[in-house]
């Protein structure tokens, strides 16, 4: 059997078209978390500086806890993790918007809903808890998520731009731990399963130590 040589061209043009389509991911995971942030009224002004992430401030050897969640769960679940991932400095992460982009209206009311210190509240000036919300499909992929809620302890910054990464494999956690139940539980059997190290932050955090 003759090997046929490969063609220089046909690779730099692969690699081309891969580089644009993750471009075009990248593009459209900005625009959906531009768009929710717009729809909450928390986008910053124009020319203002972006707040930087939680994780910014976090060690270089640093995990960041990620609920993957879904618009499907009871709004009083994902108050109460909500409420447990903003003392640890965790993040939220959709899959996506049902309905695609053009149908932000019902993914910021829920959002709106879930991040209110007082449930009762309505309008732009209520006070929101201080957790990061991310709608990421590639996180998704990456991890391998068919159920939620489900939590991974994330190296590094997941809310980071999918472009910015270095590949298409990070970040990314070493366990995932499924199931509806506390996060000081959600932490604990992520180190059972051998995240010991990842989970002694964000357990101290949560326990007020």
């Known amino acids: 059997m ?18 644009r389509a993750a471009k075009a991911l990248a593009a459209e995971q900005e625009a959906m978390s531009a768009r929710l942030h717009q729809a909450l009224g928390l986008a910053p002004p124009d020319g203002a500086s972006t707040p930087r992430p939680a994780s910014a401030n976090a060690p270089a050897k640093a995990w960041v806890p990620v609920l993957f969640a879904s618009s499907s769960m009871p709004l009083e679940t994902l108050r ?20 695609g982009l053009t149908r932000m209206g019902p ?30 499909p590639i996180l998704f992929r990456q991890h391998g998520i068919v ?3 489900a939590l991974a302890m994330v190296p590094g910054d997941p809310t980071q731009p999918y472009c910015e990464r270095e590949d298409e494999n990070a970040p990314r956690a070493a366990h995932l731990v499924l199931g509806d139940a506390a ?18 932050d964000a357990s101290a955090r949560l326990a007020g130590r």
């Open 2 to 19: 003759v090997k046929r040589k490969a063609d220089p061209k046909l690779a730099e043009q692969a690699r081309a078209a891969q580089a």
């Open 80 to 99: 109460t993790y909500a409420g447990q991932l903003e003392r640890v400095g965790g993040v939220i992460a959709f899959r996506g918007v049902p309905g």
């Open 107 to 136: 993914m910021a009311e829920l959002t709106a809903r879930m991040l209110r210190l007082d449930p009762g509240c309505e309008g732009p000036a209520c006070t929101m808890r201080n957790v990061q919300v991310v709608i990421d």
């Open 147 to 149: 159920r939620v809620p």
């Open 183 to 200: 996060l000081s539980g959600l932490l604990d059997e992520y180190g059972r399963l051998g995240g010991k190290e990842e989970v002694r």
